[in-house]
């Protein structure tokens, strides 16, 4: 395909996506809106990000979270050795480690059974990685019958690479399950790390019309780097039930299985810039009664900062888990800098001693969980590509809402002004000071 070709096709598909939004939104109002009497604040969110920023929303989903790496993975490829026609991936990275070793052995083996394998990994997120991809890697992967391919490879001069990356963790098999979140693939999601031990984190996989909308992320992304054309309803299944081709290690066994609305939250190339950062806004500004966050780089913009202080002058309950390590040395300074700040308004600040914590999760009113990829620093919010679902569910809520609470109650300490003082030596509050006031200038 010519430049001149490829450019008009992605101007077409950008218009098309645009206009695919806006008539999602018009049968959203159509199907839902009548609901909102019923449901509460919860549907008239929803109905409001579909309407105002386009977001595509549908209602017979079924959803299982994994509160650990051992959990995840051992799912994921129980649902890969069951599949039968397709197998697409896209992570932030794959470290080159027992778990990768494990998972491009068991694509391999899919290959030989005929069905196809697609694999999208960032140029940035493996050069970062301690152990990453090498050529070497990549040519016994592909010499294996599988498509990988990695997305704007980090070459001289680097700052070209330094902006956009693909920070989405998104796996689809056969159409009929997806799964999402936070983890990437690395030994580490279940043997941990020696600076900081445990490493915690969400992920989750979906049933339902929501796959869909996944799986049309995937195939987009992959034909602009590819320049394929890969396509066809056999990518799609339209939400047909899972449950009727695959066994699943662990079920969506709430009362709203299989009913749960869910709206895919997507930041890629022609999506709205701050699609990502307005949804959570738009949110927090919605919350009436509580609010619950737990993420592991919780720098804040101006902008949610201050959703967050409103939150709080309005008489929501706000509690915010950060991690007192990370696997970034300066940033459990700058996180402490921020929370400290909105202690002050009223926030209760969980400070996570238990390792690591990951998860990049928000639940609001008990009804709404806002969770995925993206993290709540400038970087996440207005440059990379990132993948979050909005479900509004009270029995999805109620279960992050335990995570939460089980873990506020066994390994966190409330920040006050005393422990602030007492947990914190003199160089750590002055580090969480100095640090937070040079990211003015960055």
Request: proline content about 3%; overall charge positive.
């Amino acid at each position: 395909m010519s430049a001149i070709a490829y450019l008009v096709s992605l101007t077409l598909s950008v218009q098309m996506c645009k206009m695919r939004n806006y008539i999602l939104s018009i049968l959203f109002s159509l199907l839902f809106l009548p609901l909102s009497a019923q449901h509460g604040a919860d549907t008239a969110l929803c109905h409001a990000l579909a309407e105002q920023l386009g977001v595509p929303f549908s209602q017979n989903n079924s959803i299982v979270f994994f509160a650990s790496g051992q959990e995840k993975f051992d799912d994921l490829f129980h649902t890969i050795r069951q599949a039968r026609r397709s197998i697409h991936l896209e992570y932030f990275n794959f470290r080159n480690d027992s778990i990768s070793r494990v998972l491009f052995s068991l694509l391999a083996e899919k290959v030989r059974e005929g069905v196809e394998v697609r694999v999208i990994f960032d140029g940035f997120g493996n050069s970062s990685n301690n152990r990453p991809l090498r050529k070497k890697h990549l040519d016994t992967i592909r010499s294996r019958g599988i498509e990988i391919y990695e997305y704007d490879p980090v070459r001289f001069p680097y700052i070209n690479h330094a902006i956009r990356r693909d920070h989405r963790k998104i796996v689809v098999i056969d159409g009929l399950v997806a799964y999402t979140g936070g983890m990437n693939v690395a030994d580490y999601y279940i043997k941990g790390k020696p600076p900081f031990g445990e490493w915690h984190d969400l992920h989750l996989r979906v049933e339902g019309e929501v796959v869909d909308e996944l799986q049309e992320i995937f195939l987009k992304f992959w034909n602009r780097i590819t320049h394929q054309d890969v396509h066809g309803e056999q990518y799609y299944t339209g939400g047909e039930k899972a449950s009727r081709h695959f066994s699943f290690a662990t079920s969506d066994t709430t009362q709203t299985a299989g009913s749960k609305l869910v709206g895919v939250v997507n930041r890629g190339p022609g999506s709205p810039r701050r699609i990502i950062h307005d949804t959570f806004v738009q949110i927090i500004d919605s919350t009436h009664t509580s609010l619950q966050i737990i993420n592991p780089y919780f720098t804040l913009c101006p902008h949610l900062r201050k959703a967050i202080r409103r939150a709080c002058e309005r008489g929501v309950d706000v509690e915010i888990m950060i991690s007192r390590k990370s696997d970034i040395p300066i940033t459990p300074h700058i996180v402490l800098h921020a929370a400290h700040r909105l202690m002050k308004h009223g926030a209760r600040i969980w400070v996570y001693e238990g390792g690591f914590h990951h998860s990049k999760v928000l639940v609001a009113d008990s009804t709404v969980v806002f969770i995925g990829s993206s993290n709540l620093d400038s970087r996440s919010l207005s440059f990379d590509y990132e993948c979050n679902l909005v479900i509004a569910d009270a029995a999805a809520s109620r279960q992050i809402r335990h995570i939460f609470e089980r873990d506020k109650t066994t390994r966190s300490f409330l920040l006050t002004p005393e422990t602030y003082k007492t947990r914190y030596s003199r160089c750590e509050r002055f580090a969480a000071w100095f640090w937070q006031f040079l990211t003015r200038f960055v």
